[in-house]
């Protein structure tokens, strides 16, 4: 059973070209890069840190983007990229800002980025009114390093919720954010940091890979199948291998053969592989995977009902914790957004399946 893929992204849903999509119409290689460019911002001296520069560890699980966003200049959309790389491009623009910071010693702060991300949902809230979402993500552990020893000090785990049709207004977001995960390090308290935490390279670096290593991530070709979890997509361990699917403008039907011959329609799987490629499930329709790093993008639905409307999305973009020391934001998170949808409408836009956790991007 093969299952005819066409590229609709610019389309209404279920209406398709004539154009069948193939690996060259992922997400990431379809789309152009647009340069992420950091200004020069400088923090002020009052607080010193007893490192003289700041080290990144690029721990994502896609290192080739930062995610999708339309840009209004080329009337297009583009994927956010670091040109000379992530290492290069952010650890210049935060050692500069804390440059003020840095005082003379044998030590380091060392960023290890699991995540950062920026995603984009049109959100159609209950009083019809339209409001650009987007949410920039940010996922960073720090250690502080003294020749070959790591000790772990603290994990930021946020995002900030903007609306811009601006990409310099989307980079200085994505600035803030970072800034905002260097709080807790300018107040840390060093002096109760513990020799027997101290952990190696090595040992970060097995941990990262390891949280990234899933059997789906690193087979070329899934295993064919209804998987009826996430889990089990991603263990590669479907639950039905025996399966027919039925395509429709308003839903998709997966029908599993049982043991005395008759069908059963499954109306809750993750997803399926049909043999060639991968599918998982948003609303009442599946959408193709394509395998970029660890990660998975898909063309998905563009258009939200959400169910309650929440009056800061009309809001400036930032809003800070009360309590400075977690360097928290309040935001709404991908989890709390994506948990509210609940029907979806008629357009498609560049997504991104995040193996760790599952949800989509």
Known sequence: MKRIIYLFFLLPAFSFSQTKLTDADAPGVKYSCLPIRFSKKINAPDLKLPVTNLELIDARADTSKMGFFYSMSGLKMMKLCFTNGINNETGSFLNNYLQKNFTQSSQSLVLSIRKLWV?????LIMDKRTATIQVAFCKVEFYLKESECYYPLYRFDSSI??????????FGTVEDLLMASL?????????????SSCISKNSI?????????????????????????FEQF????????DFELKLGAASDQIYVKGKNGNDSLITNAWGYCEGERSF??????????????KNFDLYGPKDFIVQNPFTAIYRPYLWYNANPATA??????????????KTTSVKLKPLQL??????LF
């Open 119 to 123: 995603g984009k949902y049109d959100t």
């Open 183 to 195: 709080r807790r390090a300018l107040i840390f308290d060093y002096s109760k940091i513990r020799p």
């Open 234 to 241: 991603k263990n590669n361990t479907p639950a039905f291998t």
């Open 205 to 229: 670096d097995s941990f990262n890979s390891y949280r990234q290593s899933f059997p789906v991530s690193n087979t070329v070709q899934p295993a064919k199948g209804v998987y009826l979890k």
């Open 161 to 170: 919720i903007f609306k811009t049709n601006l990409s310099e207004a989307l």
């Open 328 to 341: 928290g934001l309040v935001t709404l998170a991908a989890a709390e957004l994506l948990s509210m949808i």
């Open 280 to 293: 998982c499930r948003i609303g009442y329709n599946y959408f193709p995977l394509f395998k970029c790093g």
């Open 354 to 359: 995040d193996m760790e956790s599952g949800k």
